[in-house]
């Protein structure tokens, strides 16, 4: 089957607007990751959803950060005011259920701010 | 706080050398430790946990309690091996994954 998707592929925007990416997990996954990866780092956790709830969204770095996944399904992440510094690839990852350690990874989004 | 250290970002060895990728972990509870690869234009994909102590396309890795390590070896590297490695820790009661910097493994022909 298809694996996890993210769209846009790139998206370049300008300092202060805001942005959403998507993310489209394995079909049945019931848990939803997202990560953020600079450049020549490895990817940093931001935010676990299982089912429609965040379970857990230490890794958010401030309040222009938010996530949502209002069917369980799709997840959209949504950052406000964007900041240059803001710029990355940002993944998106799911697994069968919440004991699964195995995380399924999408392409990413790369996020580029001007 | 948990963290994993990955010490070298690039590694370059020829082909049918053996090849290790270092991993020291700091982290106070049981550790659960994996590797993850990305090929070039491919995402990131699970290549092998300890707790399956199993060999992937000739990679093993042992996770050794008192040196906090979780070195991945191959005895003969091949071409196909080049890619970016990442070591990642698994945190007891959450669902996240730490992860190292990543090494950019390169195999000469």
């Known amino acids: 089957g298809a694996g996890v998707s993210q769209t846009p592929s790139n998206k370049v925007t300008e300092k202060g607007k805001y942005v959403e990416l998507r993310c489209d997990p394995i079909?049945?996954?019931?848990?939803l990751y997202w990560y953020r990866q600079s450049l020549g780092q490895g990817p940093e956790f931001l935010i676990y959803f299982q089912g429609t709830g965040a379970a857990d969204d230490s890794g958010l770095p401030n309040d222009r950060f938010f996530a949502v996944r209002p069917e369980g399904s799709v997840s959209t992440l949504k950052i406000q005011r964007t900041e240059r510094g803001d710029s990355a690839v940002y993944l998106c990852?799911?697994?069968?259920?919440?004991?699964?350690?195995?995380?399924?990874f999408g392409p990413g989004t790369r996020l580029t701010v001007t | 706080a948990q963290r994993v250290t990955q010490p070298e970002k690039l590694l370059s060895v020829f082909k049918g050398a053996p090849v290790e990728l270092k991993c020291n972990y700091s982290?106070?509870?049981?550790?659960?430790l994996f590797w993850y690869v990305q090929y070039s234009r491919q995402r990131l994909q699970l290549l092998l946990r300890h707790i399956s102590r199993e060999s992937i396309k000739g990679f093993t890795a042992d996770l050794n309690k008192g040196e906090t390590s979780f070195h991945l070896k191959k005895p003969f590297a091949q071409e196909e091996d080049s890619a970016m490695y990442y070591c990642?820790?698994?945190?007891?009661?959450?669902?996240?994954?730490?992860f190292g910097q990543g090494t950019r493994l390169t195999i000469n022909p």
């Open positions: 990642a820790l698994a945190i007891q009661g959450a669902q996240k994954l730490v």
């Open positions: 982290y106070s509870g049981s550790p659960e």
């Open positions: 079909s049945g996954h019931t848990a």
């Open positions: 990852a799911s697994s069968p259920t919440r004991t699964t350690r195995e995380q399924y």
